[in-house]
């Protein structure tokens, strides 16, 4: 049997973490759903990564952080989190944030990442850990090991992202002007050290049209507008732009409907992965042997420099990688 209370009434998973993070952690909160059907599933997580979970059929509840006004905010979400009086605490996140998060909930069962594969102290506010992996395991298998800890199969993988009638709908009217197949490139990346320059974007979506015969989607959020007008001008009116035109999950459908996906190492590249789009994935500053594309890892591609992996967010020396 389990290692834990053995009936939990009350989950709650804690990954307020990126929009990668989260889609990541989907196959493991439908596991949990599957293994424990009677336990509410609860989940808190940050406003960017909302529409992933707000109406997933393996969460039942969601507890909204608002970072951008934490201080604000901390007090009272810590107050939603102590009054769920959860049986057991998943924290996926292994930073002093989501360490405090987890022992103010109060729960017996606090189960998180071992100290060697933590930072900041945040071992020392769960009671129960998982067994020490390092950073050689993909992120992705790193939150499948809490399933094995609870004694839960992981038999299949599945992500259930599904949209509502209405996103459906509005996929279909971003996409009215393209004809037949497409390929969707991702523009930008949160970090600059891992975005790709708009001249690599140009030429490659000009390959594919020219060899491929297929139509260009760009895809990013409103900060990498520029980037995207810029590409836009030197392919000239062939390709759709929908850099910041799109919600998250409208992003979601035009990805499932793309023939294959190409960009960096960015949420929307683990969002391929999830709806089972072949995703060509360009890695320089971070390393894909960790946070890798689910399924598509023959189809990474990384960048060569002496330096590389560096995981800067910046980079001194021009992205040689």
């Not at 009215?176 to 001249?199: D, I, N």
């Not at 060899?211 to 810029?230: F, M, Y």
Request: net charge positive; charged share 20%; with cysteine.
């Amino acid at each position: 049997g389990s290692p834990t209370n053995p009936d939990p009434k009350r989950i709650l998973l804690v990954l307020c973490g990126s929009i990668g993070d989260v889609t990541r952690a989907l196959p493991l909160a439908n596991l949990i759903h599957r293994g424990f059907p009677k336990a509410t599933l609860a989940w808190a997580v940050e406003p960017p990564s909302l529409p992933l979970i707000e109406h997933h059929p393996a969460v039942d509840e969601v507890i909204l952080f608002d970072r951008p006004r934490w201080w604000k905010q901390f007090v009272p979400f810590l107050k939603k989190i102590r009054a769920g009086r959860f049986d057991w605490v998943l924290d996926l996140q292994r930073h002093l944030k989501s360490g405090i998060i987890s022992s103010w909930s109060g729960a017996p069962i606090r189960l998180g990442f071992h100290r060697l594969d933590c930072n900041e102290f945040n071992w020392i506010l769960n009671n129960r850990h998982i067994p020490a992996l390092g950073d050689g395991l993909s992120k992705f298998n790193h939150y499948l090991k809490f399933a094995e800890y609870l004694v839960l199969v992981p038999d299949r993988v599945e992500w259930q992202l599904s949209l509502t009638r209405e996103e459906q709908l509005s996929v279909a009217r971003h996409l009215l002007g393209v004809r037949g197949g497409f390929a969707a490139l991702f523009v930008g990346s949160r970090w600059e050290s891992k975005g790709w320059f708009p001249a690599q974007i140009s030429s490659c979506a000009s390959l594919i049209q020219a060899r491929h015969g297929l139509g260009v989607v760009l895809l990013g959020s409103e900060t990498d507008a520029a980037v995207a007008r810029e590409v836009q001008r030197s392919c000239g009116r062939d390709i759709a732009n929908l850099v910041g035109r799109t919600s998250l999950k409208e992003a979601v459908g035009i990805i499932a409907r793309a023939k294959v996906a190409v960009g960096p190492d960015t949420g929307l590249m683990h969002i391929a992965a999830a709806v089972g789009t072949p995703v060509i994935s360009l890695w320089g500053a971070t390393n894909p042997s960790r946070t890798g594309p689910y399924g598509f890892e023959e189809l990474i591609i990384q960048g060569k420099a002496d330096c590389s992996p560096c995981y800067r967010k910046w980079c001194p020396i021009g992205r040689v990688c």
